[in-house]
């Protein structure tokens, strides 16, 4: 939080969001990298029967989403991630006892819905209790250390199965019920910011208009559009590159763990910093998302050009992929934070757990559609699903900049709050909502 001068004051507790990001993506990473396998050795089902159910209840588990918007809006952040983290640390710990597969499915079920939605209760958290660019900051290096939690968790995983076997899935399973444990355990002393003085008519937490609300916002609807966009990006790595390196390129599928590597390292070393230059350049969230997007673009050109050219060399095209992987990276560490918390900026302070819901949904849908998509495509020509993502992100960023204009002030200038305390950073333009039905919501910084 900023003071008149300008001079940032300590969040209460506020070494606990990252910290507990950290312990989660340990619990995550432990069993993310080797999901069917996991779940095939700790319940004993077969490949076939794993993924089938993990694909209905993922799917199934979306409906979680507006429930906890409404929980976060009626209860806060904190109460519900309490509750997320309990049942997800729950449903790991009976885990290995779930051998058949109406308990497997049952377990998967209410653990997917959890993990669904959790990041919308997670989004709404850093709303209360961060403002301006602390929440640029906290974003930054939550999602740093959890970066660094999934690559810790990921060695950790590997070595339980090096030198405990079968049972090591057992273990690791154990471990990430602990991993959400703790993690719950850490938020303890984060302290939600005082709200501010309601204004004559204005709506107390909980008494809002629903859904309908979200609904109505086109601005943010238009924000929501372009993540979805942009969360395509997010899922080609994991899902489109390693079957493009195999089919097209016919390169070793060991480079793609070394991009994910990249990805990983990079992320979790040079989230915070990259953050920061992003902060202190004053840059509008809406301009430094369509940054990172284009830079999700150029990345994908580069890709484009070497289906094309296909390098016969070896060590050359590992290089060329590296130099690609570092290209997507920094676009991704651009892009996080600020799409992040311009959606949180965007959000009326008494129905944000809503808004979050709402936002959270483009990520799922994207994670739902992008294998089939990306199947597809790549069955038509190996350029085909790179020029199409490269499209996607030129229409991300003109949907946030078009609608850059019609947003909240603070929510597109992380420095709006220290001009309203006597500051002077770089100007920014005065706030602007034509969203009369939801002025009554929002509390001024």
Not at 353 to 363: D, F, K, P, V
Request: proline letters at 6%.
């Amino acid at each position: 939080m900023r003071t008149g001068s300008g001079r940032s004051e300590r969040i209460a507790g506020e070494w606990a969001l990252p910290v507990a990001a950290a312990v989660n993506g340990v619990g995550t990473g432990m069993y993310v990298p080797f999901t069917l396998v996991f779940f095939h050795h700790v319940t004993g089902l077969s490949f076939t029967v794993v993924g089938a159910v993990l694909t209905v209840t993922g799917l199934v588990g979306l409906a979680a989403l507006p429930v906890a918007g409404v929980a976060v809006d009626r209860y806060g952040a904190r109460p519900v991630q309490y509750v997320l983290y309990g049942v997800r640390a729950a449903g790991f710990a009976l885990f290995p006892f779930a051998g058949s597969l109406t308990a497997f499915a049952g377990l998967a079920l209410i653990t997917a819905a959890a993990d669904r939605a959790f990041p919308a209760a997670q989004q709404s958290l850093i709303g209360e209790v961060a403002s301006g660019a602390d929440r640029d900051r906290l974003q930054a290096s939550s999602r740093a250390l959890q970066n660094a939690g999934n690559g810790a968790g990921a060695l950790l995983a590997s070595l339980l199965l090096a030198f405990a076997g079968g049972t090591g899935y057992a273990c690791a399973a154990w471990g990430n019920a602990l991993s959400f444990a703790l993690a719950a355990l850490l938020l303890r002393p984060l302290r939600p910011l005082r709200p501010a003085r309601p204004e004559p008519g204005a709506r107390v937490r909980g008494t809002g208009p629903g859904y309908r609300l979200v609904l109505a916002d086109r601005p943010f609807l238009v924000v929501t559009g372009a993540n979805f966009l942009n969360a395509l990006s997010y899922s080609a790595l994991a899902v489109l590159f390693p079957l493009f390196l195999v089919e097209t390129l016919h390169g070793s599928a060991a480079l793609s763990g070394a991009a994910f590597t990249i990805n990983t390292a990079l992320c979790a070393v040079a989230g915070v910093f990259v953050g920061g230059l992003v902060r202190r350049a004053g840059a509008r969230r809406t301009r430094a998302a369509a940054l990172g997007g284009a830079l999700f673009a150029a990345s994908f050109a580069a890709l484009c050009v070497l289906a094309s050219v296909r390098p016969a060399s070896g060590p050359l095209l590992a290089a060329l992929l590296a130099a690609v992987a570092v290209v997507y990276t920094l676009g991704e560490l651009i892009h996080s934070p600020a799409a992040q918390v311009l959606a949180v900026s965007t959000a009326p302070e008494a129905a944000r757990g809503r808004y979050m819901a709402a936002y959270q949904m483009s990520w799922s849908l994207a994670k739902a559609v992008a294998p089939s998509l990306f199947t597809t495509l790549l069955a038509v020509d190996g350029r085909v699903p790179w020029v199409f993502l490269i499209l996607t992100s030129a229409m991300a960023a003109a949907l946030l900049i078009r609608a850059e204009r019609r947003l909240p002030a603070d929510a597109v200038w992380p420095a709006t709050a220290i001009i309203a305390r006597g500051g002077s950073p770089s100007p920014a333009p005065p706030r602007c909502d034509s969203r009369s039905s939801t002025k009554t919501l929002r509390s001024h910084p």
